[in-house]
């Protein structure tokens, strides 16, 4: 028989395909890589251990990439010659890190269980390993998500908010992926984890809406520690923390914004809005409701999918399938259409 025979199979093989939304439960792997949810905690108890930090930035991935077409690991994708990727859109560029993280679980997930488990779900499940295993609340994830075949630059860079947001621009993305001012607020409280440059903070220091002046909301004190930080001539890549204790989840980020001494404008906006100050007030004092609040919002955020074909990457950086001109190497094959 011709080999041509069987080059429409080979196609179909080697196409993606087109399936609706995957279905999410607990316990998607339960059966084909038992191990997943271990598998994935122990990599970022060693992430913790060489780098306390990276367990924030990579936390910070799920709000990247979910928010981006769903939760699909588009954001993992590296650049390639034909398409330009989310990392260095403007809100990711010299900012995400500790992608090697990721690298290291899906290395660790390859060796035990081939092909099974997305880099999309090993972002969800990372974000509430960290969470976790910083003081925060732990909760069960839903999974079985596919990684994309490709990534938006131009998208990350038209939906991810600036450091400049205030808490209505905020309310109204939020809304567009149906999370509520509740959800906002809660979720903001990430910021209770890691760093920000001095880059995302110099026009509220020196500039803030063109007056030439500093954000009023400062606390003095706060700001003048901040201007030690990022003086004028800074590097902008300097970074200070995002709340007086960074390296532990709790409610400290709310108690900082009631005092004036919130990192980013955007977190500091959510004290000055009458609509958001409700939540910010009760999450200060109650940490409870606010570690509540915020399980809500990240599995709301972990269920944002797009209707898209998909894979389960074997790298989390490039896409699995290769393009359709490989085909004529295969096995002597020489088609003539
Ligand atoms: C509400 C809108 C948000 C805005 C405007 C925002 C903006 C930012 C900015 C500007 C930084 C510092 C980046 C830099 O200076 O390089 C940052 C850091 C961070 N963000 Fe957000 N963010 C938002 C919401 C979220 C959400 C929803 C999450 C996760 C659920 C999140 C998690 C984090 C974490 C953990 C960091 C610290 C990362 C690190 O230390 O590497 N953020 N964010």
Same mark, same amino acid.
């Given at each position: 028989?011709?080999?041509?025979?069987?080059?429409?199979?080979?196609?179909?093989?080697?196409?993606?395909?087109?399936?609706? /939304?995957?279905?999410? &439960?607990?316990?998607?792997?339960?059966? $084909?890589?038992?191990?997943?949810?271990?598998?994935?905690?122990?990599? =970022?108890?060693?992430?913790?251990?060489?780098?306390?930090?990276?367990? /924030?930035?990579?936390?910070? @991935?799920? @709000?990247? #990439?979910? @928010?981006?077409?769903?939760?699909?690991?588009?954001?993992?994708?590296?650049?390639?010659? $034909? =398409?330009?990727?989310?990392?260095?859109?403007?809100?990711?560029?010299?900012?995400? &890190?500790?992608?090697?993280?990721?690298?290291?679980?899906?290395?660790?997930?390859?060796?035990?269980?081939?092909?099974?488990?997305?880099? %999309?779900?090993?972002?969800?499940? %990372? %974000?509430?390993?960290?969470?976790?295993?910083?003081?925060?609340?732990?909760?069960?994830?839903?999974?079985?998500?596919?990684?994309?075949?490709?990534?938006?630059?131009?998208?990350?860079?038209?939906?991810?908010?600036?450091?400049?947001?205030? %808490?209505?621009?905020?309310?109204?993305?939020?809304?567009?992926?149906?999370?509520?001012?509740? #959800?906002?607020?809660?979720?903001?409280?990430?910021?209770?984890?890691?760093?920000?440059?001095?880059?995302?903070?110099?026009?509220?220091?020196?500039?803030?809406?063109?007056?030439?002046?500093?954000?009023?909301?400062?606390?003095?004190?706060?700001?003048?520690?901040?201007?030690?930080?990022?003086?004028?001539?800074?590097?902008?890549?300097?970074?200070?923390?995002?709340?007086?204790?960074?390296?532990?989840?709790?409610?400290?980020? @709310?108690?900082?914004?009631?005092?004036?001494?919130?990192?980013?404008?955007? #977190?500091?906006?959510?004290?000055?809005?009458?609509? $958001?100050? $409700?939540?910010?007030?009760?999450?200060?004092?109650?940490?409870?409701?606010?570690?509540?609040?915020?399980?809500?919002? =990240?599995?709301?955020?972990?269920?944002?999918?797009? #209707?898209?074909?998909?894979?389960?990457?074997?790298?989390?950086?490039?896409?699995?399938?290769?393009?359709?001109?490989?085909?004529?190497?295969?096995?002597?094959?020489?088609?003539?259409?």
């Amino acid at each position: 028989m011709s080999p041509l025979f069987f080059l429409p199979f080979l196609l179909l093989l080697l196409l993606p395909i087109a399936v609706p /939304a995957a279905q999410l &439960r607990p316990g998607h792997y339960s059966e $084909t890589c038992p191990e997943a949810e271990s598998i994935v905690r122990d990599i =970022m108890k060693k992430a913790l251990v060489k780098e306390p930090r990276s367990l /924030a930035s990579v936390m910070r @991935f799920q @709000f990247h #990439d979910c @928010f981006v077409n769903g939760c699909d690991g588009s954001m993992l994708l590296d650049d390639t010659p $034909t =398409m330009l990727g989310e990392k260095l859109s403007l809100s990711n560029i010299n900012s995400l &890190r500790s992608y090697e993280v990721v690298d290291e679980a899906k290395e660790a997930l390859e060796k035990v269980c081939p092909g099974v488990v997305s880099c %999309a779900d090993i972002v969800i499940m %990372a %974000a509430r390993d960290a969470v976790a295993l910083t003081g925060g609340p732990d909760w069960e994830v839903k999974l079985g998500r596919l990684d994309s075949l490709s990534a938006s630059q131009e998208a990350s860079d038209n939906i991810m908010p600036s450091p400049r947001a205030n %808490a209505s621009s905020l309310i109204d993305l939020f809304a567009k992926f149906n999370l509520s001012v509740k #959800d906002l607020v809660a979720l903001s409280g990430s910021h209770s984890i890691g760093q920000g440059r001095c880059f995302s903070i110099m026009f509220r220091l020196y500039n803030q809406s063109g007056t030439g002046r500093p954000d009023p909301a400062f606390e003095p004190k706060y700001r003048e520690k901040l201007n030690r930080l990022c003086p004028l001539n800074v590097d902008q890549n300097v970074t200070g923390d995002l709340d007086a204790t960074p390296l532990v989840f709790d409610n400290q980020y @709310f108690k900082d914004l009631v005092s004036g001494r919130g990192f980013l404008n955007s #977190d500091q906006t959510l004290y000055t809005y009458p609509q $958001t100050r $409700t939540y910010v007030k009760q999450f200060s004092s109650k940490q409870g409701e606010f570690f509540k609040a915020f399980v809500e919002g =990240m599995i709301k955020m972990g269920d944002l999918q797009f #209707d898209q074909p998909g894979e389960v990457r074997r790298n989390c950086r490039v896409v699995n399938h290769r393009p359709v001109n490989t085909l004529w190497n295969l096995g002597g094959m020489n088609p003539t259409f």
